[in-house]
């Protein structure tokens, strides 16, 4: 059914804001058939990823002419760079040597992209330049069955 992802988004954020965590919503996009459910279990990993490694987290929606786009930013160290893909790997944990705070930034990760990739979309992370992390999830906006 129709799904009116930025609406999704934007009560996730209103919940956590109203525990007093430091996260913001952004943008725009049309409904797009996609699965709830699915699709709020995953972001709800991921802000809560981006919340308690980041402090603070910023989501932006926004649509490409093929796609819609949830980014979701924080403010935390990051993840090595070799370390990006491995992340996503089911029960992977970042050594705890390296940082307690980081310890645990895979779990649930390769969950939530499985959930994603059964929609046919796509789940990725990359280091913002200006440190922290950027999850990107990316959903088709037209699914042909």
Same mark, same amino acid.
């Given at each position: 059914s129709?799904?009116?992802v930025y609406? #999704?988004v934007s009560?996730m954020? %209103?919940?956590?804001q %109203?525990?007093?965590l =430091?996260?913001? +919503?952004?943008? =725009?996009?049309?409904? $797009?058939?996609?699965?709830?459910?699915a #699709?709020?279990?995953?972001l709800?990993?991921l802000? @809560?990823n981006a919340? *308690?490694?980041? %402090?603070?987290a910023s989501? %932006?929606?926004?649509?490409? @002419?093929a796609q819609? $786009?949830i980014?979701?930013?924080?403010?935390g160290a990051?993840?090595?760079?070799? /370390? #990006?893909e491995? +992340?996503?790997e089911?029960?992977? *944990?970042l @050594?705890s040597?390296?940082n /307690?705070a980081?310890?645990g +930034?895979?779990?649930?990760l390769?969950?939530?992209?499985e959930a994603?990739?059964?929609q046919?979309?796509?789940?990725?992370?990359r280091? =913002? @330049?200006e440190g922290?992390?950027i999850?990107?999830v990316t #959903?088709? /906006?037209a699914r042909?069955e």
């Amino acid at each position: 059914s129709m799904l009116d992802v930025y609406a #999704l988004v934007s009560s996730m954020v %209103e919940d956590y804001q %109203e525990q007093g965590l =430091a996260i913001t +919503v952004s943008g =725009a996009a049309a409904p $797009i058939m996609a699965q709830a459910t699915a #699709l709020q279990r995953c972001l709800m990993n991921l802000m @809560e990823n981006a919340l *308690r490694y980041g %402090e603070q987290a910023s989501v %932006e929606v926004r649509e490409s @002419e093929a796609q819609l $786009i949830i980014e979701i930013r924080d403010r935390g160290a990051g993840i090595p760079a070799d /370390k #990006l893909e491995a +992340v996503m790997e089911p029960f992977y *944990r970042l @050594e705890s040597s390296r940082n /307690k705070a980081t310890g645990g +930034v895979g779990l649930g990760l390769s969950i939530a992209r499985e959930a994603i990739q059964r929609q046919g979309g796509g789940l990725s992370l990359r280091n =913002a @330049e200006e440190g922290g992390l950027i999850a990107t999830v990316t #959903l088709p /906006k037209a699914r042909t069955e």
